[in-house]
């Protein structure tokens, strides 16, 4: 088991719709699907997302406080580290923290 801590505020502005909650499309206002209208995302989620983008194995999210962890369950090594660097890629701090 491994755990991934995400590092940064919990909550970001969303980059495609800037924080206003919609975008133009077809020269007409529509909410944005990536932050449901609100303006801001999950680190979290925007994490799920990239993850899934490079077929990296399901996670398991744990929420603290103030920080978030996400738990891989029996992968080895290199996968943890791959999702590493789409974390870094997708400009998502991050840092493993334990394995058991």
Do not use: W
């Amino acid at each position: 088991m491994f755990g991934i801590l995400l590092k940064g505020k919990p909550k970001v502005k969303c980059k495609i719709c800037h924080g206003n909650g919609y975008v133009y499309q077809n020269n007409a206002l529509k909410t944005c699907r990536v932050c449901d209208g609100k303006g801001f995302v999950e680190t979290v989620r925007l994490a799920e997302r990239a993850l899934a983008r490079f077929n990296q194995p399901k996670i398991y999210k744990v929420s603290y406080e103030h920080s978030t962890m996400l738990i891989y369950r029996g992968y080895v090594y290199d996968e943890v580290l791959m999702a590493l660097r789409v974390l870094a890629v997708s400009d998502i701090k991050a840092e493993m923290v334990f394995q058991v």
